[in-house]
């Protein structure tokens, strides 16, 4: 493991472009936010409509805004839903990493993430007997999947995908594109990314990785460090956007909820950064380490070879940075 403190990059090109018909880039809205295609086509056709087309049907099935998807309906049911396949690969693997994490990734924390306003219901009062309510909904041991239903045990029992679908999407995506035939390519969703080969220029994919500048209207963004993918993925998590301050107590609340305590996560960790095989994996375990906080989740990731991570964290004397051994290979210099 290595550390520094930041410096701050004023200019980087991430991407060049050449005149080469069978480069296509494909952007637009997808989940709430903005996605990015580059792919080389080997005929030349225009995937997007395939892709996104894909995407409605993870839309579909995860998304807690869609009043007839699988997890709303679940979400409303008294004891649970049918399922499709996009729901099954999501939970299985949401059941793998909450394992993993013990518990730190938990997509039953949906009650709690609604109740401090971070969800699909509005913002509550929340008080310690509140807070201990709620956790009595917590836990993935409430809910079962069986034969393509998943069943709960309460009805209050809510599922949230937020943490996951959004690295499974670039995942759907990507094996779109795979499926016709190409073997160069960058996925972007809201940020999390998965590569493939090489881009316009023959070499690895670069990628940046925020500042977290603590401002959630910020329009501007700073980038802190530049990596090299080529068939890995990217997702990051961080609470300098996603956060509000009560207006009668004037303290900060960020989005990212600890299903142990039933409270917003307070630590000196900013973001994490997961590099793994697939965007999915990345995405849930950026979560985990957002909730474990610096130490754990290097302990963490120590104990999980497959992947690599780099965390931005505050000191008394500034942001400072630090990764895995493993992750050195994808710094650029």
């Known amino acids: 493991m290595k550390s520094f403190s930041i410096l ?30 580059t792919y080389e086509s080997p005929d030349g056709k225009d995937l997007q409509a395939k892709v996104l087309a894909a995407l409605d049907s993870v839309n579909h099935s995860l998304s807690t805004y869609d009043s007839t998807s699988v997890i709303s309906l679940f979400n409303s049911s008294e004891k649970g839903t049918k ?18 994490t013990n518990g730190a990734f938990d997509m039953t924390v949906a009650p709690l993430v609604n109740a401090w306003g971070f969800g699909f219901t509005n913002r509550q009062k929340m008080t310690p007997g509140k807070i201990d309510s709620l956790l009595t909904l917590i836990g993935m041991n409430h809910v079962e999947l069986r034969n393509h239903f998943i069943y709960k045990d309460q009805k209050e029992i809510m599922l949230d995908a937020s943490a996951i679908a959004k690295g499974y999407g670039v995942d759907v995506a990507a094996k779109v594109l795979e499926r016709h035939g190409c073997k160069n390519y960058l996925v972007e969703i809201g940020g999390e990314v998965t590569t493939k080969g090489h881009n316009t220029r023959n070499t690895k994919w670069r990628v940046g990785i925020d500042r977290p500048i603590d401002d959630p209207s910020a329009s501007i963004r700073e980038i802190q460090i530049i990596i090299e993918l080529s068939g890995q993925a990217l997702a990051t998590s961080g609470n300098y956007r996603q956060f509000y301050i009560d207006e009668e107590t004037g303290q900060k609340y960020a ?79």
Not at 83 to 100: E, G, K, L, M, P
């Open 83 to 100: 399922t499709d396949a996009h729901f099954r690969n999501v939970f299985s693997a949401a059941q793998r990493i909450t394992d993993a």
């Open 8 to 37: 701050v990059l004023i200019l980087l090109t991430l991407t060049s472009c050449q005149d080469n018909s069978r480069w296509i880039k494909n952007q637009g809205r997808v989940f709430g936010t903005f996605y990015h295609l």
């Open 255 to 333: 989005h990212t909820i600890n299903p142990k305590t039933g409270r917003p996560v307070n630590h000196t960790l900013l973001s994490a950064s997961i590099v793994a095989h697939d965007c999915m994996t990345a995405d849930a375990f950026a979560t985990a380490c957002m909730v474990m906080g610096l130490d754990k989740s290097l302990d963490l990731l120590k104990k999980t070879p497959e992947l690599d991570g780099c965390f931005i964290y505050d000191t008394k004397d500034g942001m400072n940075i630090t990764w895995t051994e493993g992750f050195d290979k994808y710094i650029v210099e």
